[in-house]
């Protein structure tokens, strides 16, 4: 993979920001993704973790882990997403338990003791070198502690082409939006987690049905059905390996 720049998304936050969470696509996203951690990671839901939200945005997620009595550390390279946090954070009265830092993962403090828990979601995409970035998230994680990694899946942009009739393009290995954003295939980021001496407790599916329907079918009561489909599907195959993205859980092998 060649090396290009990361991605801050200073400029584009509120966009983005209603892109994603004032969606339908958000809305599936983040209540799998969620519903996936607290069944994989348990220790979340008991509370008393230390956890790294690596790229966490406008902290949605930092706000759930924390609402469970988590330490957080939320970092994001982009100021205006983690004002965004900031101002989340406050209203929640949760300012002890969540601490922003306006930084890119690659340039935190190492911690002596190593987070619990890591979380990096829709991030690895995003960056000039995810291989190099994933390094780094390694070394921040205790002994025994889990990651949480997310990314969006080159299968799911090889269909979303076939899907539109796209025939000659999904043929070719997808590259780089206009966005900057990467797919990643599966195979190549299970490699680095090998390489760097983890391994994959559980794989699941985000948002494998929603993208492929039509409006209608993902408003009003049926987005609670389709949420229904997605969570009891997002363990199976073919359809965790078709989701718009993959969701590993690692551990140290």
């Known amino acids: 993979m060649d090396v290009g720049s990361d991605v801050n998304f200073d400029g584009r936050a509120t966009g983005f920001e209603v892109e994603i969470y004032g969606s339908s696509k958000g809305h599936i996203r983040m209540r799998v993704l969620w519903d996936d951690l ?3 990671v348990p220790g979340i839901s008991r509370g008393g973790l230390s956890i790294l ?6 902290g949605h997620l930092s706000l759930l882990m924390a ?17 965004m946090a900031e101002e989340s954070v406050r209203d929640a009265g949760l300012e002890d338990l969540v601490i922003t830092r306006h930084s890119t993962i690659q340039d935190l403090d190492e911690p002596e003791a190593g987070f619990d ?6 991030v690895l995409e995003w960056l000039g070198d995810p291989e190099a970035t994933l ?4 070394r921040y994680l205790r ?12 299968n799911a942009a090889v269909l979303k082409r076939a899907l539109r009739g796209h025939f000659a ?11 900057g954003c990467t797919p990643l295939s599966e195979e190549t980021v299970r490699t680095w987690l090998a390489d760097l001496g983890m391994s994959i407790r559980s794989k699941s599916g985000i948002r494998m049905f929603h993208d492929h329907l039509p409006e209608e079918a993902r408003n009003g009561d049926r987005l609670e059905d389709l949420l229904r489909l997605e969570k009891a599907l997002r363990k199976q195959e073919p359809f965790a390996s078709l989701g718009q993205h993959v969701h590993l859980i690692c551990e140290r092998a």
């Open 67 to 83: 609402e469970r009595d988590n330490r957080v550390l939320l970092c994001d390279p982009s100021r205006e997403m983690l004002n």
């Open 143 to 154: 002994t025994d502690g889990l990651m949480s990694l997310m990314f969006y899946n080159q």
């Open 117 to 122: 828990v890591i979380t990096c979601h829709a």
């Open 53 to 58: 939200d690596a790229g966490g945005g406008a």
């Open 135 to 138: 390094k780094h998230l390694v």
């Open 169 to 179: 393009e999904a043929l070719k290995e997808p590259d780089t939006n206009s966005q």
């Open 38 to 40: 607290l069944t994989e």
